[in-house]
């Protein structure tokens, strides 16, 4: 029998009940059911396999095997420490099923994506009359996440919990919003937690999640700001999720707001806030504020610097970025794939070529890591940008990806930078398999064509690109302007200021033409496409 308990284990509790069972264990004392259930129980808290093992061996030892409690109670030790296959045969083996074995059996395939069976599992506890409990659900409904046909599995589980009464129960409204916003199903998402009768922090946790994982950015601060006023507390998950979202917004002074909430809250421990504090000053593009955030952190792990790395990284400063990379592993922390896109990206935007190279085969050969497709474009655009096209092609040709639009259009746009007519025909040809109505494909093309004086082709292309191309979608941006988020449309009139909007940028207009001659003879929409 295991002679000690480990003392780094985080509940106290654990450690006493199981510090218990082992005196017991030592001193001779005849173990009962019930001492056998509290270490059980205790060890799988503690998610300690070994010491699970030993006492499974003890109800063997002991004559229990036939035993309900203990059953069930194995059957959930081997379910949370990931051992499936024992905690099936446990239960397979059992004469009887009472709600807990069911619900630890069910939850244990739901959580490691068998969710056709777990499925199955809840049907025939349905048939053997057993009631569903809370955590059931939750193990189904995230086992309907798994699956394609959410608008059947999910409608009909949907159904069953609002038929027994769960729908008071925060955590069966949080997985199914959860749920349905996984597959993009907002407006249901909204009907559950509108129609929810409980109101609680994992509720509005999941829906601003819901929001947020579907780019419904502003909604998601709607929402924050409603569960802040209704007196609830939030989550290290949700300041990290709203953070994020007020990073994607580029709302600086909101995002700003919310640091000081994060350290009235004391999250400023928390690696995932820190994190997305990070990030949100990052893509405000504040990264000086970001960087104090992390000088600030005394305890970072490889996240919080993958966080800065890609900070730097994004808003063009690669000399930093780089220095924290190097930093990190010089500091023994092992970067990842996203940490290694940071600095690709970084070597991407400022030209490093042959700083890139290195960190590509490094990833290889010190760290194990097969490089990603996105590394591969990052490191090919970066050859081609050079004007090296052959080792672009080549390296693009040796890569375990089929090249997408991305890299092929890169490639492209760098023949026409080089001239170079064949290479530049080679990949537009795959460009156009690709994307037949790639409008910039064709007109790159077209000016690869123009460069080299064959006109002809310059015909045929248009041509070609006039029977593929449809109309493309209007484009739309935004501005964050006295923290209030202005969105314009092209061609749009919408505005309540648009006759504004519109002499203003026809007197910048005609400033652009008075500073560039070249640009006299330009159309108006070629004007602003200088802007």
């Given at each position: 029998?295991?002679?000690?308990?480990?003392?780094?284990?985080?509940?106290?509790?654990?450690?006493?009940?199981?510090?218990?069972?082992?005196?017991?264990?030592?001193?001779?004392?005849?173990?009962?059911?019930?001492d056998l259930?509290?270490?059980?129980?205790?060890?799988?808290?503690?998610?300690?396999?070994?010491?699970?093992?030993?006492?499974?061996?003890?109800?063997?030892?002991?004559?229990?095997?036939d035993?309900?409690?203990?059953?069930?109670?194995?059957?959930?030790?081997?379910?949370?420490?990931?051992?499936?296959?024992?905690?099936?045969?446990?239960?397979?083996g059992?004469?009887?099923?009472?709600?807990?074995?069911?619900?630890?059996?069910?939850?244990?395939y739901s959580?490691?994506?068998?969710?056709?069976?777990?499925?199955?599992?809840?049907?025939?506890?349905?048939?053997?009359?057993?009631?569903?409990?809370?955590?059931?659900?939750?193990?189904?409904?995230?086992?309907?996440?798994e699956?394609?046909?959410l608008?059947?599995?999910?409608?009909?589980?949907?159904?069953?919990?609002?038929?027994?009464?769960?729908?008071?129960?925060?955590?069966?409204?949080?997985?199914?919003?959860?749920?349905?916003?996984?597959?993009?199903?907002?407006?249901k998402?909204?009907?559950?937690?509108?129609?929810?009768?409980?109101?609680?922090?994992?509720?509005y946790?999941?829906?601003?999640?819901?929001?947020?994982?579907?780019?419904?950015?502003?909604?998601a601060?709607?929402?924050?700001?409603?569960?802040?006023?209704?007196?609830?507390?939030c989550?290290?998950?949700?300041?990290?999720?709203?953070?994020?979202?007020?990073?994607?917004?580029?709302?600086?002074?909101?995002?700003?707001q919310?640091?000081?909430?994060?350290?009235?809250?004391?999250s400023?421990?928390?690696?995932?806030?820190?994190?997305?504090?990070?990030?949100?000053?990052?893509?405000?593009?504040?990264?000086?504020?970001?960087?104090?955030?992390?000088?600030?952190?005394?305890?970072?792990?490889?996240?919080?610097?993958?966080?800065?790395?890609?900070?730097y990284?994004?808003?063009?400063?690669a000399?930093?970025?780089?220095?924290?990379?190097?930093?990190?592993?010089?500091?023994?922390?092992?970067?990842?794939?996203?940490?290694?896109?940071?600095?690709?990206?970084?070597?991407?935007?400022?030209?490093?070529?042959?700083r890139?190279?290195?960190?590509?085969?490094?990833?290889?050969?010190?760290?194990?890591l097969?490089?990603?497709?996105?590394?591969?474009?990052?490191?090919?655009?970066?050859?081609?940008?050079?004007g090296?096209?052959?080792?672009?092609?080549?390296?693009?040709?040796?890569?375990?990806?089929?090249?997408?639009?991305?890299?092929?259009?890169?490639?492209?746009?760098?023949?026409?930078?080089?001239?170079?007519?064949?290479?530049?025909?080679?990949?537009?040809?795959?460009?156009?398999?690709?994307q037949?109505?790639n409008?910039?494909?064709?007109?790159?093309?077209?000016?690869?064509?123009?460069?080299?004086?064959?006109h002809?082709?310059?015909?045929?292309?248009?041509?070609?690109?006039?029977?593929?191309?449809?109309?493309?979608?209007?484009?739309?941006?935004?501005?964050?302007?006295?923290?209030?988020?202005?969105?314009?449309l092209?061609?749009?009139?919408?505005?309540?200021?648009?006759?504004?909007?519109?002499?203003?940028?026809?007197?910048?207009?005609?400033?652009?033409?008075?500073?560039r001659?070249?640009?006299?003879?330009?159309?108006?929409?070629?004007?602003?496409?200088?802007?």
């Amino acid at each position: 029998m295991q002679k000690s308990i480990d003392p780094h284990m985080k509940h106290k509790g654990v450690v006493g009940a199981l510090d218990g069972f082992l005196r017991k264990v030592q001193t001779c004392v005849d173990l009962t059911k019930y001492d056998l259930c509290a270490a059980l129980s205790a060890s799988t808290k503690a998610r300690d396999y070994r010491f699970g093992l030993q006492i499974h061996a003890k109800i063997v030892q002991n004559g229990h095997v036939d035993n309900l409690v203990l059953n069930s109670a194995l059957v959930d030790f081997y379910a949370k420490c990931d051992v499936i296959e024992k905690a099936r045969r446990i239960f397979d083996g059992m004469q009887w099923h009472d709600q807990v074995s069911w619900t630890s059996i069910i939850s244990c395939y739901s959580q490691r994506g068998f969710g056709v069976e777990a499925l199955l599992l809840f049907k025939k506890m349905l048939e053997s009359d057993i009631r569903p409990n809370c955590l059931t659900y939750v193990g189904v409904i995230a086992a309907c996440a798994e699956l394609k046909d959410l608008h059947v599995h999910g409608t009909l589980v949907h159904a069953h919990a609002f038929k027994l009464g769960f729908m008071i129960n925060g955590f069966v409204v949080s997985a199914l919003v959860g749920c349905y916003s996984k597959y993009g199903k907002v407006d249901k998402a909204v009907l559950v937690f509108n129609a929810a009768t409980t109101e609680d922090n994992i509720v509005y946790n999941s829906m601003i999640s819901g929001y947020c994982q579907n780019t419904y950015y502003d909604d998601a601060l709607t929402l924050f700001v409603k569960m802040r006023e209704e007196g609830l507390n939030c989550s290290h998950c949700t300041l990290s999720t709203i953070l994020n979202a007020c990073g994607r917004l580029s709302v600086l002074q909101l995002g700003r707001q919310l640091h000081c909430l994060v350290m009235k809250l004391g999250s400023v421990t928390n690696v995932f806030v820190i994190s997305s504090l990070i990030d949100m000053y990052s893509k405000s593009g504040s990264v000086d504020e970001a960087s104090c955030v992390f000088n600030e952190t005394m305890e970072k792990n490889s996240v919080i610097w993958t966080s800065m790395i890609s900070g730097y990284a994004y808003s063009g400063r690669a000399m930093e970025a780089l220095h924290i990379f190097d930093q990190m592993v010089d500091d023994g922390f092992l970067p990842d794939h996203i940490c290694f896109t940071a600095a690709f990206t970084a070597c991407n935007h400022s030209g490093f070529l042959d700083r890139a190279v290195g960190y590509f085969e490094k990833m290889r050969n010190d760290f194990g890591l097969v490089p990603t497709l996105d590394q591969y474009a990052c490191l090919i655009d970066l050859y081609a940008r050079k004007g090296q096209l052959t080792k672009a092609t080549q390296l693009m040709q040796k890569m375990p990806y089929d090249p997408n639009s991305v890299i092929l259009s890169s490639i492209l746009t760098c023949c026409k930078i080089h001239c170079s007519v064949e290479t530049g025909r080679e990949i537009a040809n795959q460009l156009f398999e690709l994307q037949p109505s790639n409008a910039a494909a064709y007109l790159t093309m077209a000016h690869i064509y123009a460069g080299a004086g064959l006109h002809d082709e310059v015909a045929n292309i248009r041509k070609l690109m006039k029977r593929k191309v449809t109309t493309k979608s209007a484009a739309w941006s935004w501005i964050e302007v006295d923290g209030k988020i202005e969105v314009f449309l092209v061609g749009d009139v919408s505005h309540h200021m648009s006759d504004h909007i519109y002499v203003f940028l026809e007197h910048l207009n005609i400033d652009i033409r008075d500073s560039r001659p070249f640009l006299e003879n330009c159309e108006y929409d070629d004007v602003v496409g200088c802007c």
